[in-house]
């Protein structure tokens, strides 16, 4: 996995303008965007980029390891995270707002999960869903 805190390598990473543009709107968001976010954002960086090579791109570098892409089945659209390390998410059922979790796993748990589920583990997330701060005071 590719550090995530070095924006300075941007531009040494041997990637084509269109993939650092890309990399550069994710890593300078403060939350986690969709596809349609990061092509409005690399559209302001460098007018003539597309759609089809925001996806493709997006593809590539969770591909290459240099971002991260959640997934949460079939509510709503997958975002794209510029932190590649283990961690968890809470995300609001009622805007959807998403928000990190760093929080330890632990290995019983997970070999707990394991063997009632009859998986062999790859990875670990939780999702915790609820009313985010904004949403609960309303």
């Known amino acids: 996995m590719k550090s995530t805190d070095d924006t300075?390598?941007?531009?040494?990473?041997?990637?084509?303008?269109q993939r650092e543009v890309v990399l550069q709107v994710i890593r300078a968001a403060e939350h986690?965007?969709?596809?349609?976010?990061v092509f409005e954002g690399a559209k302001r960086l460098l007018p003539t980029i597309s759609f089809a090579t925001v996806y493709n791109s997006l593809r590539f570098l969770k591909d290459a390891g240099y971002i991260n892409e959640i997934q949460f089945?079939?509510?709503g659209a997958n975002r794209f995270d510029a932190k590649t390390e283990r961690?968890?998410?809470?995300?609001?059922?009622?805007?959807?707002?998403l928000a990190d979790i760093d929080l330890e796993m632990p290995d019983e748990l997970i070999q707990t999960?394991?063997?009632l589920s009859n998986?062999?583990?790859?990875?670990?997330?939780?999702?915790?869903?609820?009313?985010?701060?904004e949403c609960s005071d309303k």
Do not use: M
């Open 8 to 17: 300075t390598l941007i531009g040494t990473l041997g990637l084509t303008k």
């Open 32 to 37: 986690h965007l969709t596809a349609n976010e």
């Open 73 to 75: 089945g079939f509510s």
């Open 87 to 97: 961690h968890d998410h809470a995300v609001c059922v009622k805007c959807g707002k």
């Open 113 to 115: 999960a394991a063997r």
């Open 119 to 133: 998986f062999k583990p790859e990875s670990v997330e939780l999702t915790l869903r609820g009313l985010c701060p």
